[in-house]
């Protein structure tokens, strides 16, 4: 392995493990219209460019897709890509005959809501086929690491945005009395890394915007 240069305040780590500050990567389909064929394609390419990326962090990884109509879906969860994207052999197990069972009663309604309850066991990413663009992420913890994983990417505000960080702001007092004072909990707040308090800072903004501009167009009413 090749040396690396370290910048001022970068720390010498002296184990035989993978350090790096995360990785990000994005697609977007400039090809409105989605050939039954690509199904996918969008979804399949983000995870390939986050295996090329997967020395840059493998405590946790996530994806967000959105469709041409702006549909938003996101995966996230601890572990690295070929561990999290993984279907789980058991779970398909089980919904495959759950579901043939209730094609054979005849209860479409409760098979509905039984395939989006287990869609996060089963690892179910088909919802990702349609996807125009998406964006991935992979962490490496450099704030917090050991307590809870902070999977990426973060949706936030409304109408939704996502958002996906590398590297890590040292100082987030800042960023916690601003939205302290803004009538967020401060339990949230101090659960939050910096990457969940830059995108709530955000989505503040944004609802300020949005809310002033109805209001000057005098469509925005206040309850």
Same mark, same amino acid.
């Given at each position: 392995?090749?040396?690396?240069?370290?910048?001022?305040?970068?720390?010498?780590?002296?184990?035989d493990?993978?350090?790096?500050?995360c990785?990000?990567?994005?697609?977007?389909?400039?090809?409105?219209?989605v050939?039954?064929?690509?199904?996918?394609d969008?979804?399949?390419?983000?995870?390939?460019?986050?295996?090329?990326?997967?020395?840059?962090?493998?405590?946790?990884?996530?994806?967000?897709?959105?469709?041409?109509?702006?549909?938003?879906?996101?995966?996230?969860?601890?572990?690295?890509?070929?561990?999290f994207?993984?279907?789980?052999?058991?779970?398909?197990?089980?919904?495959?005959?759950v579901?043939?069972?209730?094609?054979?009663?005849?209860?479409?309604?409760?098979? +509905?809501?039984?395939? %989006?309850?287990?869609?996060?066991?089963s690892?179910? @990413?088909? !919802?990702h086929?349609y996807?125009?663009? $998406?964006i991935?992420?992979?962490?490496?913890?450099?704030?917090?690491?050991?307590?809870?994983?902070?999977?990426?990417?973060?949706?936030?505000?409304?109408?939704?945005?996502?958002?996906?960080?590398?590297?890590?702001?040292?100082?987030?007092?800042?960023?916690?009395?601003?939205?302290?004072?803004?009538?967020?909990?401060?339990?949230?707040?101090?659960? +939050?890394?910096?990457? %969940?308090?830059?995108?709530?800072?955000?989505?503040? @903004?944004? !609802?300020?915007?949005?809310k002033?501009? $109805?209001?000057?167009?005098?469509?925005?009413?206040?309850?």
């Amino acid at each position: 392995m090749a040396p690396t240069s370290l910048r001022v305040g970068d720390k010498l780590h002296k184990d035989d493990k993978l350090h790096e500050k995360c990785g990000v990567f994005g697609i977007y389909k400039f090809n409105q219209d989605v050939p039954q064929s690509n199904l996918g394609d969008i979804f399949k390419q983000t995870l390939a460019g986050l295996l090329g990326l997967q020395h840059r962090g493998q405590e946790a990884t996530g994806i967000a897709t959105f469709t041409n109509n702006n549909e938003l879906n996101i995966s996230k969860g601890s572990g690295t890509v070929s561990d999290f994207f993984k279907k789980n052999p058991f779970f398909e197990a089980i919904k495959e005959k759950v579901n043939y069972f209730m094609d054979t009663i005849g209860l479409p309604s409760f098979k +509905s809501t039984f395939n %989006e309850t287990f869609k996060e066991y089963s690892k179910d @990413f088909s !919802a990702h086929n349609y996807a125009q663009k $998406a964006i991935g992420h992979l962490l490496y913890a450099t704030s917090k690491a050991g307590e809870r994983v902070h999977a990426q990417p973060i949706k936030e505000g409304e109408p939704p945005f996502v958002l996906v960080h590398n590297g890590n702001l040292p100082d987030v007092d800042n960023l916690k009395a601003f939205l302290s004072g803004k009538g967020h909990p401060e339990n949230i707040l101090n659960e +939050s890394n910096d990457s %969940e308090l830059m995108a709530k800072t955000i989505a503040q @903004f944004q !609802a300020e915007i949005i809310k002033k501009r $109805a209001e000057t167009n005098g469509s925005y009413k206040v309850i």
